[in-house]
């Protein structure tokens, strides 16, 4: 089971198998199974889904040292690569809202600074700690 959890919600992904969840009472339980996600939001209300392939394939992606894009902007993509990388993503207030979608080697940031250069231009800098995207 894939968990993970921001500020607003807290999240579970069957990737295979089946993964049993319970509630406050014994009573109260569900079998999951592969492709099924269980999200509780900041208020505890549940909810449950089925993911098809494509998002679970996505959503894993890091699993298997990945990081499959889905139209997030530049932004929120250098915010995946810096949580895996010591250097650092930097893209500049002009291209940080552009979205971008595609399948990285999550170790290899600058490959990434490159698909941005080659796709929405400008310029790239590095120093020893970071890739600046401008």
């Given at each position: 089971m894939l968990l993970y959890k921001d500020g607003n919600?807290?999240?579970?992904?069957?990737?295979?198998?089946?993964?049993?969840?319970k509630g406050q009472r014994n009573s109260e339980y569900k079998i999951?199974?592969?492709?099924?996600?269980i999200t509780r939001?900041?208020?505890g209300q549940i909810h449950f889904?089925?993911?098809?392939?494509?998002?679970l394939t996505r959503l894993s992606a890091w699993t298997k040292g990945q990081?499959?894009?889905?139209?997030?902007?530049?932004?929120?993509a250098s915010d995946i690569f810096n949580r895996y990388n010591q250097?650092?993503?930097?893209?500049?207030?002009?291209?940080?809202?552009?979205?971008?979608s595609g399948m990285f080697d999550l170790k290899r940031p600058d490959v990434f600074a490159l698909a941005v250069k080659a796709v929405l231009g400008g310029e790239i800098r590095e120093d020893g700690q970071h890739i600046y995207i401008e």
């Open positions: 919600y807290e999240s579970g992904i069957v990737l295979e198998g089946h993964a049993s969840v999951l199974s592969a492709g099924e996600q939001n900041q208020t889904s089925y993911l098809d392939t494509e998002t990081v499959s894009l889905d139209t997030q902007t530049i932004s929120e250097k650092q993503l930097v893209p500049s207030f002009r291209l940080a809202d552009y979205r971008l």
